[in-house]
């Protein structure tokens, strides 16, 4: 991507009151930058995307960009070596800003960049949906005051879907945010870990309205009893 489409998708982001310039602090959107070619730089960006954040790629003129679009984090995917020396410039206009290289296994570069910027405070520690609250830190979750036991497993799978309220989530989207790459085509096993959620969040008394939904032949989507509750 060159600078000019560059700068179109970046005016596009801000037209939609997603990049916000800025401080990040709760409730903002985290954004990142990514660096990448090909077909694995989309299957990231579709990634970092999945966590809420603002994403905008960029190539060659990755310095150019980031000067306009301000990111919190800079991610470089695959990075040819002769565009490395930009990366000297990058440092002088924005020497506050981390920059991450990444390779391989989508889902790792995810958790990579998602450990950076809880390390660095870009992201509010607690999730909230309706009457259903993650803290992500201390790796609790509560509905209506009542605690929620979740396995390591579940707890990212819940994850997922609270940091995508109201968006429907493919069975294929799932399993590699939560699983991997390596976990394939078993769909099934999204619909299982589906069902213990549905068990501890959904089912039992003082639990409430149904939070999990199921859209026939598209995946599944996260809303509160109360669409008007909705907060992230």
Known sequence: MG?????VALRESVSAGVARPGPVGPGAA?????VAG?????????GLRGEGWCVVSAGVEFVAVAKEFRPDVVVLHGIPADLRGRLARLEEVLPEVPVLFVSG??????????ALVESAGGRAPRLVVGDLVMDEEGREVTRGGVPVRLTATEFELLRYLMRNPRRVLSKAQILERVWGAGAGARGNLVELYISYLRRKIDVGAGRGVPMIHTRRGAGYVLKAADPGADAR
């Open 3 to 7: 600078t000019e489409q560059s700068a």
């Open 30 to 34: 985290v954004r990142v930058l990514l």
């Open 38 to 46: 090909g077909g694995d730089g989309r299957v990231l960006g579709a």
């Open 105 to 114: 296994d989508v889902a790792r570069a995810v958790a990579r960049v998602r």
